[in-house]
């Protein structure tokens, strides 16, 4: 596809279920991230890969987030025990570089709105 | 504790006008400025950005003003016009250590442009 993209787009978990998010990357692209942006907020940085390796995730909230990207391309976001506070749109981004030693634009996908009852 | 503000939750201007949005930041570590672009039930779309070492950036009918010393940045679109009509988002990112790809933020501002 010509874009990130991102599955489901609207996601609605009852408290304590487990989740899973879905990103395909732009082909091609070593950099992937996921961000959380809450209702009236910015986007918040979650989680870095670089292909397989996950080189950040001090974003994380909590050891009930954890994400993967198995194979360097789809990364997963998944969610276990969701609770009321983790309804939030969680937004995928990738970039061609690694952008470590200088910026790489980012792409976002359009967006995972996760509501938790 | 935001390190990046956005102290205006919208804006609205005549088409054609010139739309200012501002930002201000904290962290005098960020040494790369950027504007995101959302429109609803889409992702956030790059728009422009800025290095610390300017203090000007032009692309078209957008320009980007970096003020350092007062840590504030501001986003000029001449003219405006209604398709403009979208959140806009300030983001910064710290290259010390190799962490230019964690960007920050702002909580974004509402520019609705009125034909």
């Known amino acids: 596809g010509a874009g990130v993209s991102q599955s489901p787009r609207y996601k609605v978990a009852k408290r304590g279920q487990d989740v899973a998010l879905r990103c395909d990357p732009i082909?091609?692209?070593?950099?992937l991230f996921w961000y959380q942006q809450a209702l009236g907020q910015g986007p918040e940085f979650l989680t870095y890969?670089?292909?397989?390796?996950?080189?950040?995730k001090s974003g994380l909230p909590s050891d009930r987030f954890f994400a993967e990207r198995p194979e360097g391309s789809v990364s997963t976001l998944k969610i276990q025990r969701t609770q009321q506070e983790d309804s939030a749109v969680y937004l995928c981004?990738?970039?061609?570089?690694?952008?470590?030693?200088?910026?790489?634009?980012?792409?976002f996908g359009p967006g995972t709105r996760l509501t938790v009852l | 504790d935001q390190q990046v503000k956005q102290n205006s939750p919208s804006l609205s201007v005549q088409e054609g006008r010139i739309s200012i949005l501002n930002c201000d930041y904290t962290n005098s570590m960020f040494d790369y400025f950027l504007w995101y672009k959302k429109y609803p039930a889409e992702g956030p779309t790059f728009l422009i950005s800025?290095?610390?070492?300017?203090d000007k950036n032009e692309d078209g009918r957008f320009t980007v003003f970096l003020n350092k010393s007062a840590k504030h940045l501001s986003l000029h679109i001449v003219p405006s016009q209604p398709g403009d009509s979208a959140v806009y988002f300030c983001?910064?990112?710290?290259?010390?250590?190799?962490?230019?790809?964690?960007?920050?933020f702002g909580k974004g501002t509402l520019l609705t442009v009125n034909p």
């Open positions: 983001a910064a990112s710290d290259g010390g250590g190799g962490s230019n790809y964690k960007l920050t």
């Open positions: 890969f670089q292909n397989e390796a996950q080189l950040d």
């Open positions: 981004a990738s970039s061609l570089g690694s952008g470590l030693s200088s910026y790489n634009e980012q792409f």
């Open positions: 082909s091609g692209h070593v950099s």
């Open positions: 800025i290095s610390s070492i300017k």
